[in-house]
């Protein structure tokens, strides 16, 4: 049981601390890290509608729960994080500029409901078995990567300095640690976790096509959409890759 619990414990801790992969951008002038950011922007909305609609959305509906339920929380986490957008609009951006935009407060919201989720998993899954654990936390991981990049790129894109969205982002992953814990010594959540799955999917579309596109609409420039349109399709591909090779 002790092996057990250090095995999940050291499997979340090691998913939690690929929210630091940002620092690899840190040294980068501010000119370059513009452009670099804009690009994972895109990337971030491809991952984040590839993740939704790729991975959560197709293991809610493979649950217990019938499509009717899963389809009303997702619209629940979209109407949820329109709330929560207008929330922190009025307290937040009262002001006649906005230091930081609104959807860094979500992102990070969406991402620490998502990381509770692969925590729970994660914990799940070792209870199963160590090897189901074991390649279980190895998904999540090459899942994570791209996701926290793009993570990164949003923050810093949306007005946090390149410090504070490492040290934000590392608070908002260490939530699959909480997720791991409660579902380790309080199993009957479980069942919390399949209706977590769909919330969090439809925030992750919310935030990507009514935050994260948007702001790619700023640039207007043929080569710049391009790009855009390129890093877009590579996010969705790289999480629809991932479905695939981890299903195989």
Known sequence: MMNELVAILASVTAVSLIAFIGVIF????????????????????????????LHLLPEAVN??????????????????????EKFLYWRHCHESECPTHTFVYLNLVGDGVHNFIDGMV??????????????????VIFHEIPQEIGDFGVL?????????ALVYNFISAITAV?????????VYLRSIET???PFAAGGFI????????????????????????????????????LKIFFEA
Do not use: C
Not at 122 to 139: D, K, N, V
């Open 26 to 53: 840190v040294g980068l002038k501010e000119e370059i890290l513009k452009r670099i950011t804009m690009v994972l922007v895109g990337f971030a909305s491809g991952t984040l509608l590839g993740g939704a609609f």
């Open 63 to 84: 649950s217990e729960i019938d499509s009717i339920t899963v389809f009303f929380y997702v619209i629940v986490g979209i109407v949820t994080f329109f709330a929560l």
């Open 122 to 139: 994660i914990a799940a899954t070792f209870m199963l078995s160590f090897e189901l654990g074991l390649t279980t936390t190895l998904a």
């Open 156 to 164: 810093v894109y949306g007005g946090l300095s390149r410090r504070k």
């Open 178 to 186: 909480m997720g791991a814990l409660l579902t380790y010594f309080l």
């Open 195 to 197: 209706l977590l799955v």
């Open 206 to 241: 919310y935030i990507a096509a009514t935050d994260l596109m948007p702001e790619l609409h700023k640039k207007t420039h043929a080569d710049e959409s391009l790009v855009q349109l390129i890093v877009i399709l590579l996010g969705i591909a790289l999480m629809a890759f």
